[in-house]
């Protein structure tokens, strides 16, 4: 009995545990079965970081040097529940 229905909706996608109210199922997120979509490995893949992210590959922001602070030289960092602006940790660290 792999891939069966959900155990937690029966299958349905349906969240009912709150009177009234239809949502969907947060196990299966309204799929009906136990199973991730595709078959794909359960393995949980994290976002890749910032300055990986896919959007760097576009070529209006292929001029930009330091993808930390966009050529700013100073980044935003919260601290102690205070805002404040650091220097860039790679440019400070690439000099100038
Ligand atoms: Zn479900
Ligand atoms: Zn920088």
């Not at 792999?2 to 937690?8: R, V, W």
């Not at 969240?15 to 009906?32: A, I, K, M, N």
């Not at 794909?40 to 209006?60: G, I, L, N, S, Y």
């Amino acid at each position: 009995m792999s891939g069966g229905s959900c155990p937690d909706c029966g299958g349905s996608g349906e969240d009912r545990t709150l009177p009234g109210y239809v949502l969907r199922c947060g196990r299966c997120s309204g799929r009906g079965t136990d199973q991730p979509p595709g078959n794909v490995t359960t393995t949980p893949t994290e976002p890749p970081p910032v300055w990986e992210d896919r959007c760097w590959a576009d070529p209006r922001l292929a001029g930009i040097s330091c993808r930390i602070c966009l050529d700013q030289r100073s980044v935003a960092n919260v601290r102690g529940g205070v805002l404040a602006t650091l220097p860039c940790p790679a440019c400070t660290a690439t000099g100038d």
